[in-house]
């Protein structure tokens, strides 16, 4: 198959474009897509079809379910089941969407039966999300409306916040590939959970857990998100899979400023006599200290939306240079950093050195 490239550039430019791309959707084809988050590899969310041909282009297994995304508040009403909306489900939604849609926020929510099996993975719930992107909202209104959309990367790969990425994994797999440049936040939607009583957070996102205690009240923390020792499952199933994993084998170092640079020199010069390509993931304000065969810096501590941003492109960048040994250095985890440390925690496989014995302890009483 031959993947086209599309570059709209609304409102002037690509209407026409996007309309042929929601033709494809429609038609069961799929279409990947920049979101504020991420980008998206869309299929029909109704055509069962459409699903399996997601979860092929992708390698991912079946039962781990997709993301449909939608552009009116509407059409939230087809896809929720008549008891979900008895309950009240509805509502705490519309809550959330005042103030989040169109965002990076994906509730679940029992499903109606218009949403086919194949697309929750076998779930009787189903999570959507209105994404807050020109294209992406374009694009779903010109597909029918209902566009389920894993974030484009093969299984187990950093998911893409350029169109480079998406053909890397995708070219020759799937129909059309809109480029709209790099994506605004680099880390896929905040997940929560409304079937639960309070809700549970699933997957930690730009939206963060304070801002959706503010408008809910109580939440509960799925604990699979930032402990690896956890002996239950994650809710959210694709949480589960080792995902964000770069080639080379990563390890997070916390503690003092001084104790990371320091370990990881100290470890860097070991592997690097042994022959190894070592790599740091450092920030603006280490990255001069470091020595390493490749050493990137994620952005500046203060400014951590571009530190979320730049993760996975440089988890990518590493592979292409075949770093086989990586160390990163560790970040708070409030606000967005709770989003960057489990997505960093998931690539490393919760590998983590932790120097900061004090801390340790906190940790683990909290
Ligand atoms: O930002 C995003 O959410 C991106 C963009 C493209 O919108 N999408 C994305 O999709 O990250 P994906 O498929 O890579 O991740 C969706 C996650 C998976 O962990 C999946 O298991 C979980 O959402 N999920 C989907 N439906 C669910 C459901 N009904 N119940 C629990 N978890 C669900
Ligand atoms: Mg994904």
């Known amino acids: ?18 309309k042929e791309a929601g033709d494809i959707i429609k038609a069961g084809g799929l279409v990947a897509f920049p979101t504020e988050t991420v980008y998206g590899l869309g299929g029909d969310g109704l055509n069962p079809q459409s699903a399996q041909k997601i979860y092929a282009a992708k390698g991912r ?3 781990n379910p997709l993301i449909i995304h939608i552009c009116t508040w509407d059409s939230i009403e087809d896809l929720v089941s008549r008891e979900g909306k008895e309950q009240g489900i509805l509502q705490l939604a519309k809550k959330l969407a005042n103030a989040f849609w169109p965002g990076p926020l994906t509730m679940v929510l029992p499903k109606s039966p218009l949403v086919p099996m194949e697309t929750t993975g076998g779930l009787s719930t189903v999570a959507v999300r209105m994404p807050r992107h020109d294209i992406a909202l374009e694009l779903i209104k010109q597909s029918g409306g209902y566009v389920a959309a894993p974030s484009a990367n093969t299984s187990g790969k950093p998911s893409p916040t350029l169109a480079k990425h998406v053909l890397e994994d995708m070219n020759g797999n799937i129909d ?6 790099l994506v605004g936040i680099g880390l896929e939607s905040t997940i929560i959970d409304l079937t639960s009583t309070p809700p549970t957070l699933l997957r930690p996102g ?7 205690t503010e408008v809910l009240g109580n939440i509960n923390t799925d604990p699979t998100i930032l402990n690896g020792d956890s002996l239950e499952a994650p809710k959210a199933p694709g949480m589960k899979y080792r995902h964000y994993a770069p080639k080379g084998e990563l390890t997070i170092i916390e503690g003092s400023a001084k104790q990371v640079v320091d370990k990881i020199n100290t470890l860097a010069k070991k592997q690097r006599q042994q022959g190894l390509k070592v790599g740091v993931i450092g920030t603006q304000e280490t990255v001069a200290k470091y020595e390493a065969d490749c050493v990137k810096s994620l952005g500046c501590r203060k400014d951590e939306n571009d530190i979320a941003r730049h993760l996975y492109c440089i988890l990518r960048e590493f592979d292409e240079e075949n770093i086989s040994v990586i160390y990163s250095e560790a970040f708070q985890t409030i606000g967005i950093g709770q989003a960057i440390m489990n997505r960093l925690l ?13 801390k340790k302890e906190n940790d683990s009483n909290r």
């Open 1 to 18: 198959m031959n993947t086209r490239i599309f570059t709209p550039q609304l409102p002037e430019h690509g209407m026409e474009q996007l």
């Open 61 to 63: 297994p079946s039962d």
């Open 176 to 181: 059309l590939i809109i480029d709209g440049g």
């Open 206 to 212: 730009f939206i963060t857990l304070e801002e959706l």
């Open 346 to 358: 998931k690539a490393a496989g919760h590998k983590i050195l932790k120097f900061d014995e004090e």
